[in-house]
């Protein structure tokens, strides 16, 4: 996870295992999301509501995060906000996949594809994420803001945070989860793209400004 960001602002940007995982799997079985294609069985339209599903409850785990870390260590607040965060309490229960126990066709799948995955899963997060190192150095994202705040004339940037999960698969996967948080496959952080993923950080940036 790259963590950008000044006390007033915060672009968060990851490749979270939950949505490697789905891609990995939709690879795989050539499904396809629901945004792009209409699902060919049922098991493609679960595992299609699933992948909807992941970013809002990987953000919702990540909010509840970031607030049990602002609290003293040791306090009980800390603790069970520690705890409410748990993967497991979003959906995101590997290996055994219990929360899908009333969807076996796709339990059954996840299960199937978990030992393989496994054997890639470093290999490519390590490739995206070196990937994603570069493009933010190329596009800066402290100038980014600096210059969005200047167009609109400010004299100090409001609180914001944006969040920018990237997915090996699709590629060129573009997908508005809300008005701070985007879901982009991997051409995104190809250094000829640099740009196009600028001018999305810009306009994400003026819009919460």
């Known amino acids: 996870m790259n963590l950008l960001g000044k006390e007033s602002w ?6 979270p295992e939950v949505l490697q995982f789905a891609a990995y799997v939709g690879k795989q079985n ?3 999301p629901a945004d ?7 098991l493609e339209a679960e595992w299609q509501e699933w992948w909807e599903e992941r970013p809002l409850q990987h953000t919702h785990q990540l909010e509840i995060t970031q ?9 009980r607040e800390r603790k069970e906000l520690l705890s409410k965060a ?16 009333q969807k076996a066709l796709l339990q059954q799948l996840f299960l199937k594809h978990w030992n393989a995955f496994l054997q890639i899963r470093e290999t490519e997060r390590q490739g995206l ?19 969005c705040v200047n167009l609109k004339g400010s004299e100090s940037v409001p609180p914001f ?7 090996p698969w699709p590629n060129h996967y573009k997908k508005e989860i809300t008005a701070n948080h985007y879901v982009l496959g991997m051409a995104y952080l190809v250094p000829s793209r640099q740009a196009e ?11 919460l400004l």
């Open 10 to 15: 915060t672009i968060i940007c990851d490749v």
């Open 67 to 75: 607030r049990a870390f602002a609290l003293p260590l040791g306090s």
């Open 129 to 147: 994420i070196q990937a994603l190192d570069k493009q933010l150095q190329l596009i800066k994202p402290q100038q980014v803001v600096k210059a």
């Open 30 to 32: 050539n499904f396809a």
């Open 86 to 101: 748990n993967p497991a309490n979003f959906g995101w229960d590997p290996p055994e996949f219990e929360s899908l126990s």
């Open 197 to 207: 993923l600028k001018s999305l950080l810009e306009a994400m940036i003026l819009n």
């Open 161 to 167: 945070q944006i969040n920018l999960d990237f997915s």
């Open 36 to 42: 792009e294609a209409s699902p060919r069985s049922s």
